[in-house]
T-cell receptor, first 114, second 112 residues
Framework: NAGVTQTPKFRVLKTGQSMTLLCAQDMNHEYMYWYRQDPGMGLRLIHYSVGEGTTAKGEVPDGYNVSRLKKQNFLLGLESAAPSQTSVYFC?????????????FGQGTRLTVV | EDKVVQSPLSLVVHEGDTVTLNCSYEVTNFRSLLWYKQEKKAPTFLFMLTSSGIEKKSGRLSSILDKKELFSILNITATQTGDSAVYLCAVGNSSNTGKLIFGQGTTLQVKP
């Protein structure tokens, strides 16, 4: 019963390097999200997707790109990492029906940019 | 601008105490309010509230929503050290995106 799986779990990057974080869900959810979590700031939405082939910007999209080529996968890319992108990244997925908006989260990726 | 504010930001209590965590919100077209518990890793779902005045309970935890005054509380009775965590409040609006707006979180430490 995997749920939402993120890879990798930890990564250290040098400034200017690029990387891709992978999120996979096996619950057939239409909606997927990438959040970042910084101390004292809760979770902030980076990008989200409401279905395969669609993406949209969230609250803090600058410096990130995303792709949703398959329904079960949502990729977050950093083209040129900066120290300000040091954070814990969470992927989430949800189904939205009626009043229900519960999101299911992955275990997080701790990224350090030096 | 939609926003969710939690208080207090941190709290230290002793085992057996009762705590109340607060969440106030300003959101266009409110749909639901959710509480999550976050220990070391992923937030785990506690409650989803959509109607005013209806308490939701799970063991020692309970929560209620007031849509007129735009806030919710999360109560934990007879606290245990295992309740130590960050408690996150999030609000969803009625846009067809499922996006959640999170508060800053309340860090609860329960001492033996």
């Amino acid at each position: 019963n995997a749920g939402v799986t993120q890879t990798p779990k930890f990564r250290v990057l040098k400034t200017g390097q690029s990387m891709t974080l992978l999120c996979a869900q096996d619950m057939n959810h239409e909606y997927m999200y990438w959040y970042r979590q910084d101390p004292g700031m809760g979770l902030r939405l980076i990008h989200y997707s409401v279905g395969e082939g669609t993406t949209a910007k969230g609250e803090v999209p600058d410096g990130y790109n995303v792709s949703r080529l398959k329904k079960q996968n949502f990729l977050l890319g950093l083209e040129s990492a900066a120290p300000s992108q040091t954070s814990v990244y969470f992927c989430a997925s949800s189904y939205v029906t009626g009043e229900n908006t519960e999101a299911f989260f992955g275990q997080g990726t701790r990224l350090t940019v030096v | 601008e939609d926003k969710v504010v939690q208080s207090p930001l941190s709290l230290v209590v002793h085992e057996g105490d009762t705590v109340t965590l607060n969440c106030s919100y300003e959101v266009t077209n409110f749909r639901s309010l959710l509480w999550y518990k976050q220990e070391k890793k992923a937030p785990t779902f506690l409650f989803m509230l959509t109607s005013s005045g209806i308490e939701k309970k799970s063991g020692r935890l309970s929560s209620i929503l007031d849509k007129k005054e735009l806030f919710s509380i999360l109560n934990i009775t007879a606290t245990q050290t295992g309740d130590s965590a960050v408690y996150l409040c999030a609000v969803g609006n009625s846009s067809n995106t499922g996006k959640l707006i999170f508060g800053q979180g309340t860090t609860l430490q329960v001492k033996p």
